[in-house]
């Protein structure tokens, strides 16, 4: 007798299963803009097939918008067009019911040119795209970002609990309900929570999660950092991340951990098993990174606001060095000689993009790779006010000419990218200015001005 035939269910078949089964009305098609803002519309459950099907219309321009959704000419994507539409399609993988909202699903999309074409300034495609080349290389990138931020209440702007005391358990659990919604809400939908605890500033927390397998790891973050700023919104808070918020306070980080595992075999390729040094491809790997840092702070530092984080003495970077367990570094090797080998780029402010973070990193690894690109000598003591070294921008507009200077990472992220990305942040430097009379002072990254607040602390 023949084998019984099984039949496959399509994948909205299966997926209108499981609105079923979960119970769910109402499914948010969610994508990141430029900044990582969360920009979506809500479908009721019964209309998700034609959609998803079809692709749901959206105006192509959000990703030109700046971080209160004012419109930057010259990207390309706006008035260049005459105002479109895209058509975003959903990543059916990416579904997950919500458990801070009311019988609601999440899916992320992508968005496309109405001629089908995939707009390639999204920065969740820029990141796929570029994870597609690693893989090509036959490594797969496994990795997770680290995050601090900052909660005040909603109506007063004030922070929930005084002073510094970064750990003390008086603060880690100063409001229990609120904290563990986030730790049950994150860990309901995929987000491996592993720490939690009170920073180095008033109403400062961080939130550690675990590293995933290629675009998981940015999903994560753009989830997780989204979703810690809702359910901070429904207890009465405001959750920022945004990198400097108060200028005599610390600042909000995001480290990005990360290592290349072989693809065939899932070993760490940044394990020497042997001598505890790095291998041939954390060096090239780390070579390009450092060799394209100018640039890449355009990506990690990308607000005018995010360049006062560098200071001298801040266990922030002020340069392009590397050390194994060296918080004064740019770039800190972690585990070297175990399984657990991976670089620690510590570049990233708490306002950046994950999708875009990760995106920077591959561009520049990957042309570390190509050109095995070796790393300059270690920093063995602390790096700043080191001499001889490539020292990070002070200024949005020194890395934005870096990064348009940078025929590599130009090349790698795409042209399209570039020209939308430039376009926004020069558009948001003349606000700044417009807005700030002493923006071109040397004593800028000094102070945090009210605009800076206003223009990026409740959605960065």
Same mark, same amino acid.
């Given at each position: 007798?023949?084998?019984?035939?099984?039949?496959?269910?399509?994948?909205?078949t299966?997926?209108?299963?499981?609105?079923?089964?979960?119970?769910?009305?109402?499914?948010?098609f969610?994508?990141?803009d430029?900044?990582?803002?969360?920009?979506?519309?809500?479908?009721?459950?019964?209309?998700?097939?034609?959609?998803?099907?079809?692709?749901?219309?959206?105006?192509?321009?959000?990703?030109?918008?700046?971080?209160?959704?004012?419109?930057?000419?010259?990207?390309?994507?706006?008035e260049?067009?005459?105002?479109?539409?895209?058509?975003?399609?959903?990543?059916?993988?990416?579904?997950?019911?919500?458990?801070?909202?009311?019988?609601?699903?999440?899916?992320?999309?992508?968005?496309?040119?109405?001629?089908?074409?995939?707009?390639?300034?999204?920065?969740?495609?820029?990141?796929?795209?570029?994870?597609?080349?690693?893989?090509?290389?036959?490594?797969?990138?496994?990795?997770?970002?680290?995050?601090?931020f900052?909660?005040?209440?909603?109506?007063?702007?004030?922070?929930?609990?005084?002073?510094?005391?970064i750990?003390?358990?008086?603060?880690?659990?100063?409001?229990?309900?609120?904290?563990?919604?986030?730790?049950?809400?994150?860990?309901?939908?995929?987000?491996?929570?592993?720490?939690?605890?009170?920073?180095?500033?008033?109403?400062?927390?961080?939130?550690?999660?675990?590293?995933?397998?290629?675009?998981?790891?940015?999903?994560?973050?753009?989830?997780?950092?989204?979703?810690?700023?809702?359910?901070a919104?429904?207890?009465?808070?405001?959750?920022?991340?945004?990198?400097?918020?108060?200028?005599?306070?610390?600042?909000?980080?995001?480290?990005?951990?990360? @290592?290349? %595992?072989? &693809?065939?075999? !899932?070993?760490?390729?940044?394990?020497?098993?042997?001598?505890? $040094?790095?291998?041939?491809? #954390?060096?090239?790997?780390?070579?390009?990174?450092?060799?394209?840092?100018?640039?890449?702070?355009?990506?990690?530092?990308?607000?005018?606001?995010?360049?006062?984080?560098?200071?001298?003495?801040?266990?922030?970077?002020?340069?392009?060095?590397?050390?194994?367990?060296?918080?004064?570094?740019?770039?800190?090797?972690?585990?070297?000689?175990?399984?657990?080998?991976?670089?620690?780029?510590?570049?990233?402010?708490?306002?950046?993009?994950?999708?875009?973070?990760?995106?920077?990193?591959?561009?520049?690894?990957?042309?570390?790779?190509?050109?095995?690109?070796?790393?300059p000598a270690?920093?063995?003591?602390?790096?700043y006010?080191?001499?001889?070294?490539?020292?990070?921008?002070?200024?949005?507009?020194?890395?934005?000419?870096?990064?348009?200077?940078? @025929?590599? %990472?130009? &090349?790698?992220? !795409?042209?399209?990218?570039?020209?939308?990305?430039?376009?926004? $942040?020069?558009?948001?430097? #003349?606000?700044?200015?417009?807005?700030?009379?002493?923006?071109?002072?040397?004593?800028?990254?000094?102070?945090?001005?009210?605009?800076?607040?206003?223009?990026?602390?409740?959605?960065?």
């Amino acid at each position: 007798m023949p084998a019984r035939q099984t039949r496959k269910t399509d994948p909205l078949t299966a997926l209108e299963k499981r609105l079923s089964a979960d119970g769910i009305e109402f499914v948010r098609f969610e994508q990141t803009d430029t900044h990582g803002i969360s920009r979506s519309k809500t479908i009721p459950a019964r209309h998700v097939r034609r959609f998803a099907e079809g692709g749901l219309n959206f105006l192509l321009g959000q990703l030109g918008f700046d971080a209160q959704a004012g419109v930057a000419l010259g990207t390309g994507y706006l008035e260049d067009l005459g105002f479109p539409d895209s058509r975003i399609f959903p990543d059916l993988s990416t579904y997950t019911v919500l458990p801070w909202a009311d019988k609601t699903a999440r899916i992320l999309c992508e968005p496309h040119f109405q001629d089908g074409r995939p707009a390639m300034a999204a920065p969740r495609a820029v990141a796929r795209k570029l994870l597609g080349e690693l893989e090509g290389w036959g490594y797969r990138l496994f990795s997770g970002f680290e995050y601090e931020f900052y909660l005040v209440n909603r109506e007063t702007r004030q922070p929930p609990f005084p002073g510094i005391q970064i750990f003390a358990t008086l603060r880690n659990n100063f409001d229990e309900s609120l904290v563990y919604q986030i730790l049950r809400g994150m860990s309901a939908i995929g987000v491996d929570i592993i720490t939690s605890n009170a920073e180095y500033g008033p109403g400062q927390m961080e939130i550690n999660f675990a590293p995933a397998s290629g675009i998981a790891a940015a999903d994560q973050a753009f989830t997780f950092k989204n979703g810690v700023k809702e359910i901070a919104q429904r207890n009465g808070y405001m959750a920022s991340f945004m990198t400097k918020p108060y200028g005599d306070q610390s600042a909000n980080g995001c480290h990005y951990h990360h @290592s290349l %595992l072989e &693809a065939k075999t !899932g070993r760490n390729s940044f394990n020497s098993r042997k001598d505890g $040094k790095l291998t041939d491809v #954390a060096r090239w790997w780390l070579g390009g990174q450092i060799a394209h840092a100018t640039a890449l702070t355009a990506l990690a530092a990308p607000t005018v606001n995010c360049y006062k984080r560098y200071k001298l003495w801040s266990f922030a970077p002020t340069n392009a060095t590397w050390g194994n367990e060296n918080r004064s570094v740019g770039f800190r090797m972690k585990n070297l000689g175990g399984e657990s080998a991976h670089i620690e780029n510590r570049l990233p402010g708490g306002a950046s993009n994950p999708y875009l973070v990760m995106a920077g990193v591959l561009a520049a690894g990957l042309d570390g790779l190509q050109n095995k690109t070796e790393p300059p000598a270690e920093t063995s003591g602390i790096a700043y006010g080191l001499t001889g070294v490539t020292d990070l921008p002070t200024r949005l507009e020194k890395s934005l000419d870096a990064l348009e200077a940078d @025929s590599p %990472l130009r &090349a790698a992220l !795409g042209e399209e990218f570039v020209k939308l990305f430039v376009a926004v $942040k020069r558009h948001e430097i #003349a606000k700044a200015k417009a807005a700030i009379p002493d923006y071109d002072s040397p004593d800028f990254n000094n102070t945090v001005h009210e605009w800076e607040r206003s223009e990026y602390f409740e959605f960065l």
